[in-house]
């Protein structure tokens, strides 16, 4: 079937590597930054989220770091593995009582064995 | 427990014709978002419903877009006169609506196809 990361940039990493995925975000209002992982023919998962007024969060095997001075977020994931081959987007929000998202590209995850 | 559904989950319709995708959300959630993805490309806002009500339109490209939500829990997103550049995935998300509980649950989507 057709897949969601058709055009996308592509990162390509062997299973067992650290991978960083950046995303670059428009808005400086915007003070809630979501990773999102979407496999093809599904929608969206969340992944992890952090708020402006941080600047690193931890996960299970994933970090997201954010630097608003640069409007930069990426999103580390630590041992890469076959099922984390997906297509990767963030998304950012202003706090507003409810979080309309903004989503960037995308970029295509694959992992070899 | 159940996740967001979405029917159905392929839809191929003509030129002109009107359709119907319907969402049903994770129950207990009161923030409902729907959104569309064209190939290569992120989710793009359309609509958001808190209850029955639609807070923000503001994503609804033209006026042959509506959706509504009648009893706070299905809705349905509803395309008059369809055209070719409909053609994308529609996304339905929920979340439990409340302040500084962001996190957005998606349904797989349904693929429509304007021929």
């Known amino acids: 079937g057709e897949s969601v990361g058709l055009h996308l940039p592509t990162l390509s990493v062997q299973e067992g590597d650290n991978s960083i995925i950046n995303c670059a975000y428009s808005?400086?209002?915007?003070?809630?930054f979501i990773w999102y992982k979407q496999e093809s023919g599904k929608g969206p998962q969340f992944i992890i989220d952090?708020?402006?007024?941080?600047d690193k969060r931890q996960g299970q095997r994933v970090t997201v770091l954010l630097n608003k001075t640069v409007k930069h977020l990426s999103l580390q994931i630590a041992a890469t593995q076959p099922g984390d081959s997906a297509v990767y987007f963030c998304a950012e929000s202003k706090n507003s009582g409810y979080s309309t998202l903004t989503f960037g590209k995308g970029t295509m995850l694959l992992v070899s064995p | 427990g159940a996740g967001v559904s979405q029917t159905p989950s392929n839809k191929v319709t003509e030129k002109g014709k009107y359709v119907e995708l319907r969402c049903d959300p994770i129950?207990?959630?009161?923030?409902l978002y729907w959104y569309r993805q064209s190939l290569g490309q992120g989710p793009e806002f359309l609509i958001y419903f808190q209850g029955t009500g639609a807070a923000d339109d503001s994503g609804l490209p033209n006026d042959r877009f509506f959706a509504v939500r009648p009893e706070g829990s299905v809705s349905t997103l509803k395309i008059q006169r369809t055209e070719r550049g409909d053609s994308a995935v529609y996304l339905c998300?929920?979340?439990?609506?409340?302040?500084?509980?962001?996190?957005?649950?998606f349904g797989p989507g349904t693929r429509l196809t304007v021929t």
């Open positions: 129950s207990g959630h009161t923030a």
């Open positions: 808005n400086s209002a915007s003070d809630y």
């Open positions: 998300a929920s979340s439990l609506g409340l302040a500084d509980s962001y996190e957005q649950y």
């Open positions: 952090i708020r402006s007024n941080m």
